[in-house]
């Protein structure tokens, strides 16, 4: 009964986790670049067999689930004109890469760029350095009455080639762990690789989430959340009965 009542207790815990995973979904569905994140699930107490034989758990008290992981998925995101000379959206894998002050970079989809005062090529919040081939920074002339990106990523300024927007690709996306803003830091030791992907000038590629389908998600989770919370409360009182009983006889 009482082991029940732990995989009940857990299996509304993994929901009310889940429900904060497509919250966050939900909130960014209008995020440029935004990659919608999973809710995956693993077995509590999931047996191993180190002898071949018998099985061994993981844990004391095995049974119910556990939330594994949340990855993103990456996949591509419908593309809206803007018409804007300095938005770009990469067609196919890769990502563009952005600095912060302090120079760690991170890797985006989001390709609303705008002009700094120094002549910088930044993100859209102004936050965030734009970087070239080689994680060099991206910048024009600050007199240059005109900038505007090609779709083999070539910045032009007034017509004349001012540097190179660079895209870049990394070997496995589930090493990726979302950092806000829509970006993405890479695992320790991974590098990112040049990429040939063109660019949709003009266009900005919006969140990959899907409406209708994570609101459904939610509410289905938010029921398993309340079946489970009811188990926990009848198991509860069949537990107190029985302590009572045994009390009572005793």
Known sequence: MIQGLYVSAMGSAVQDLRMDVMANNLANVNTTGFKKELALFMHRGLPQYPTGRHPVSLEPVAGGVLLARTPALFDEGPLEATHDPLHAAIQGEGFFAVADPSGKVSLTRAG??????????????????VLGPGLVPVTVPPEAATVELRSDGTVLADGIEAGVLGRFRVPDTTRLTPLGDARFAMAPGDEPQASEAPLA?????????????EMVASIEAARQMEMNLRLVKIQDELLGRTVREVARIG
């Open 112 to 129: 609303a760029f705008q002009r700094g005062n120094d002549g910088s090529l930044l993100t859209a919040d102004g936050r965030y350095r």
């Open 201 to 213: 000038v003009g266009m900005l590629e919006g969140a990959n989430v899907e409406l209708v389908r």
